[in-house]
């Protein structure tokens, strides 16, 4: 599978996640039996990850929305940022322009032109005060 594709199974399960508030195992054994859903190591590294960490991430995600409070941010379009946040702080194998582009592909995929614009303007500027920090910490 590849790394597009694993990531777009990891958006779907967090995604259904914000839905149904389910425990996450609950949602791979169902994704497991509709078989439209590939659940491996990996994916299950994204979703695990996002979780873990969700706090902290929607706090990011929070402080660059300067248009819409986190509860207001369509469930879509925050799995999108979730997936994009994580990957950015915590997969070294993803750059952060990198998890941009494919948070953007995942918006074309399932949202709006309007939801486009938006994610990609909360990342940019959350690279943006990522590169500002890296330069300065040097």
Do not use: C, W
Not at 22 to 28: A, P, R, T
Not at 32 to 42: G, Y
Not at 88 to 115: C, F, G, H, R, W
């Amino acid at each position: 599978m590849s790394r597009r594709e694993t990531r777009e199974n990891a958006f779907k399960l967090v995604f259904e996640q914000l839905l149904r508030d389910d425990d996450i195992n609950e949602l791979y054994d169902i994704a497991d039996e509709v078989e439209e859903i590939t659940v491996n190591d990996d994916v299950r590294k994204i979703v695990g990850g996002t979780m873990e960490h969700t706090q902290e991430i929607e706090g990011i995600i929070s402080g660059y929305s300067k248009s819409r409070s986190i509860s207001r941010i369509s469930k879509v379009n925050l799995a999108i940022l979730k997936i994009a946040v994580f990957e950015a702080l915590y997969d070294e194998k993803v750059p952060v322009n990198i998890a941009i582009s494919e948070a953007v592909n995942l918006a074309e995929m399932y949202t709006y032109p309007e939801d486009i614009s938006f994610i990609n303007g909360v990342l940019g500027a959350f690279a943006r005060d990522r590169k500002s920090e890296d330069e300065k910490n040097g």
